[in-house]
């Protein structure tokens, strides 16, 4: 069975340190990974996904994340953290091979509390 | 990018009425639609996919007489909550799947329904 793991519920930080967002994942078969963020009473914004490709993948506002297939990681990483990247973070996964069609699994989310 | 809206962006609603909520792709033919419900401060929960033209495929524990969706069109699906409770109260979001490009989905900006 697919499964996300988000094992940080809450992940504080401060303002123009790097940040880490850890993300493992359990599918069988080749695996589509993304991150969403979500703000405050709003939808999810994707950030960035993986494929396949390169293992570092690069995404909307400055964000990267690191595929490691080995330890079945796809951790979501930015070098200096800014106040507005405080939301809600959400990794989830698909796994290939079904026609496109199957559907995302989702970890339990990531608090990112970034301080001035 | 794509752009998926929801209708309403907020509803409160008595017990035991129903209430529709819209979910529409904007630039896109959605093949599949996704309807999530999601519990304060909690992940996404998948309650059901939509493929266009054919009946919703339900998640295990999720009652599809209580939770009717409709995806009649290429841009267009709707979810009515019949007979809500305060129970039912949740924040809900759709999201779609462009029929071209099988890894994106796309998010709506969700509608918070509260059931008084």
């Known amino acids: 069975a697919q499964s996300v793991a988000q094992p940080e519920d809450q992940v504080n930080v401060a303002e123009g340190n790097p940040l880490t967002v850890k993300c493992t994942y359990s599918v069988s078969g080749n695996p589509y990974l993304f991150w969403y963020v979500q703000y405050p009473n709003r939808g999810l914004q994707f950030l960035l996904k993986y494929i396949t490709g390169d293992n570092l993948v690069k995404g909307s506002y400055g964000f990267e994340a690191e595929f490691n297939k080995s330890q079945t990681s796809f951790h979501l990483k930015k070098p200096s953290a800014l106040v507005s990247d405080s939301a809600l973070y959400f990794c989830a996964v698909r796994a290939s091979g079904s026609g496109g069609y199957n559907k995302l699994i989702f970890g339990a989310g990531t608090r990112l509390a970034v301080h001035p | 990018g794509a752009v998926v809206s929801q209708h309403p962006s907020r509803v409160i609603c008595k017990s035991g009425t129903s209430v529709k909520i819209e979910c529409r792709s904007l630039d896109f033919q959605a093949t599949t639609m996704f309807w999530y419900r999601q519990f304060p401060k909690k992940s996404l929960m998948l309650m059901a996919t939509?493929?266009?033209?054919?009946?919703?495929?339900?998640e295990q524990g999720v009652e599809k007489d209580k939770f009717l969706i409709n995806h009649a069109s290429l841009t267009l699906s709707t979810l009515t909550v019949t007979s809500a409770h305060p129970e039912d109260s949740s924040f809900y979001i759709c999201?779609?799947?462009?029929?071209?490009?099988?890894?994106?989905?796309?998010f709506g900006p969700g509608t918070r329904l509260t059931v008084t």
């Open positions: 939509s493929n266009e033209g054919s009946k919703a495929t339900y």
């Open positions: 999201s779609a799947r462009d029929g071209l490009l099988l890894y994106e989905q796309y």
